[in-house]
């Protein structure tokens, strides 16, 4: 299954998951702060992924699942919560006296939708 793939084919699958990343951030999110740390996650999830991997002596292959996995899970978070997020930066901006709060239904489905992810993600490790 994913572990017949060959460590290029991984590079291959990072490189298309870090594009569409990077392409849905920045369709949703408005230019700015937020945006370009949002782009930068990415760098993040790598670091994650290769620690993770020097601590338990995995493979290459296992690295960029690893990588994979993380940041698909930051895609479907920030794409579930951007509408949410982005309004509440705007009403941050237009009234800075005002305590913005999240709404929990949304950080509760988001939450959710992080915790199935990951199942599969430990359902399909190779």
């Known amino acids: 299954m994913l572990s017949d793939l060959t460590t290029t084919t991984w590079w291959i699958v990072a490189g298309v998951v870090t594009a569409a990343y990077v392409a849905a951030i920045c369709a949703l999110y408005p ?15 790598m670091v994650m992924a290769a620690v993770s991997a020097a601590l338990h002596g995995y493979s290459a292959e296992v690295t960029l699942y690893l990588y994979c996995v993380l940041v698909v899970l930051l895609l479907i978070v920030f794409g579930l919560s951007a509408k949410k997020f982005v309004a509440a930066v705007a009403e941050q901006k237009e009234y800075p006296d005002r305590q913005v709060r999240v709404s929990r239904t949304a950080l509760y489905a988001v939450a959710g939708v992080g915790v199935v992810w990951m199942a599969i993600a430990v359902w399909l490790w190779p």
């Open 31 to 45: 230019a700015g702060k937020l945006r370009r740390a949002l782009s930068a996650m990415p760098v993040a999830a």
